[in-house]
């Protein structure tokens, strides 16, 4: 039952993903930019050929088959049960989720579609589906980073008993 509702969850972020592309590549691509919030958020159409930051810029065969790797791992973990549902799980969905969307634009595009754009901040253009990677690795991050440090903190209760 779990693995019906992951991939109905799946197809519905890559569905977000794709839709908002979509969008922008129809409606902003030929303007190039819109502002949302003045000096705060914008709209500004990029074409990505790189990893994030645009980092390895023009390795298209590379990042699919990178990411391409690491959704077959992440795959693997989920069907097998070898992460259990909880947190992590739902972690790992976004993060799949959002490496789905971006191997799709790879596949078919040939380069990612960014689009969200702070301006407050100097910061690379980014996509929904680099919000899901980055906000689900940043919270498995501050997970394990609880756990590491919920379980010092046990060890010294435990030898101080």
Known sequence: MINIITAAVIAVLVGIDQLTKYFVVADLK????????????????????????G?????TTLMIIA???????LFALIITKKIRFGFIYCCIIAIVSGGIGNIIDRVVRGYVVDFIEFLFVDFYVFNFADCLITVGAFLIIGYEI???IKDHKNKKVEQHA
Do not use: C, R
């Open 30 to 53: 030929p303007i190039g930019e819109k502002m949302l919030i003045p000096g705060v958020l914008q709209l500004n159409y990029v074409e990505n050929t790189g990893a994030m930051m």
């Open 55 to 59: 980092m390895l810029g023009g390795k």
């Open 67 to 73: 990411a391409f790797i690491a959704l077959v791992v």
């Open 146 to 148: 609880y756990d590491i």
